[in-house]
């Protein structure tokens, strides 16, 4: 497997962007409960509310956006997630008591892949669902099933 970008294609970032239905509160749930940080964010710009996470220092960023009247967002499908590589159990057991301290409750993931390996999954406040893995992937090796 490559570890480098194609010579033709020259990336230096990448962010996923999505529409939301229920800004303020996924901006609650990703900044304020996640605790992920702001890189930039903007109300009325050209009609538009929208809000950049991601991690200091790192070329991915998640935007979240919202236009005039709330848009229609397809219905939540459990295989498109967010996930989150952690740095062990022990940060997932972190991260998860501070989403329940914010009434946040685990969810069931459809896959068997991430709980057979420690992982926790909680839905958005627009239903799509974050993944808490307990390994950095790349970095450390994936756990085997319990």
Do not use: K
Request: overall charge negative; glycine content about 8%.
């Amino acid at each position: 497997m490559s570890h480098t970008w194609p010579s033709h294609l020259d990336v230096g970032a990448v962010r996923f962007a999505r529409p939301t239905a229920r800004y303020d509160d996924v901006l609650v749930f990703y900044r304020d409960v996640l605790g992920l940080p702001v890189l930039a964010q903007w109300r009325g710009h050209q009609g538009y509310d929208g809000v950049v996470l991601g991690l200091p220092g790192t070329p991915v960023h998640m935007e979240l956006l919202q236009h005039g009247d709330s848009p229609r967002i397809p219905e939540p499908n459990p295989e498109n997630q967010l996930v989150l590589y952690l740095r062990g159990p022990e940060a997932v057991a972190r991260a998860t008591r501070r989403l329940a301290e914010h009434g946040h409750r685990p969810v069931p993931a459809a896959n068997p892949y991430w709980p057979e390996r420690g992982a926790v999954s909680f839905e958005d406040p627009d239903g799509w669902l974050v993944v808490l893995a307990p390994w950095v992937f790349g970095e450390q090796p994936t756990p085997a099933p319990a």
